[in-house]
T-cell receptor
């Protein structure tokens, strides 16, 4: 299957700082990327959908000014958590979907664990 | 968007078949059923998907009932490495995955 990477794999930051997480599709062009958040012992919650070159679509209840998403190329999307607070500590996972031949299958990255002190 | 219902957890003996059920009674005619699994602290891994017909690949088989209101994922010979949370997802509007709570499969020696 296709490979999606995330960087960093884990990050610890101080409250009030901003953190950027990168999501890359390594061997295919991802027309659509998705960002999820997962709290301990819970399921994945879809945060937003981004299409290359356009603004992200956020799910209800997700603050677009706090979670900035950029999908500037067909292989890279970034999620920036602005002014992070301890309650933003979570496991952030991206997925990517190609334009052809993937039957709408999403390929998931390995996740980024964010800890805000 | 179609919701899915899965048992919270299941046990399976190593080497035996694991049958994981999923109810999706509100599924629409053109919505696919996908199965993913998540091993602890990793990203979800694709297993299989289907629309109407039963499907099989190197990992598993997917049995979808004729009315499409439920499905069963079958791992034919479960190993300890199959211990994971298994998610049954209905693809909404050909676009988004909304994950349910999944089934924690415990494969025991």
């Amino acid at each position: 299957g296709a490979v999606v990477s995330q960087h960093p794999s884990r990050v610890i930051c101080k409250s009030g700082t901003s953190v950027k997480i990168e999501c890359r599709s390594l061997d295919f062009q991802a027309t659509t990327m998705f960002w999820y958040r997962q709290f301990p012992k819970q399921s994945l919650m879809l945060m937003a959908t981004s299409n290359e070159g356009s603004k992200a679509t956020y799910e209800q209840g997700v603050e677009k000014d706090k979670f900035l998403i950029n999908h500037a190329s067909l292989t890279l999307s970034t999620l920036t958590v602005t002014s992070a607070h301890p309650e933003d500590s979570s496991f952030y996972i991206c997925s990517a979907r190609g334009s052809q031949g993937f039957n709408n299958e999403q390929f998931f990255g390995p996740g980024t664990r964010l800890t805000v002190l | 968007d179609a919701k899915t219902t899965q048992p919270t957890s299941m046990d399976c003996a190593e080497g035996r078949a694991a049958n994981l059920p999923c109810n999706h009674s509100t599924i629409s005619g053109n919505e696919y059923v996908y199965w993913y699994r998540q091993i602890h602290s990793q990203g979800p891994q694709y297993i299989i998907h289907g629309l109407k017909n039963n499907e099989t690949n190197e990992m598993a088989s997917l049995i979808i009932t004729e009315d499409r209101k439920s499905s069963t994922l079958i791992l034919p010979h479960a190993t300890l490495r199959d211990t994971a949370v298994y998610y049954c997802i209905v693809l909404y509007n050909f676009n988004k995955f909304y994950f349910g709570s999944g089934t924690k499969l415990n494969v025991k020696p």
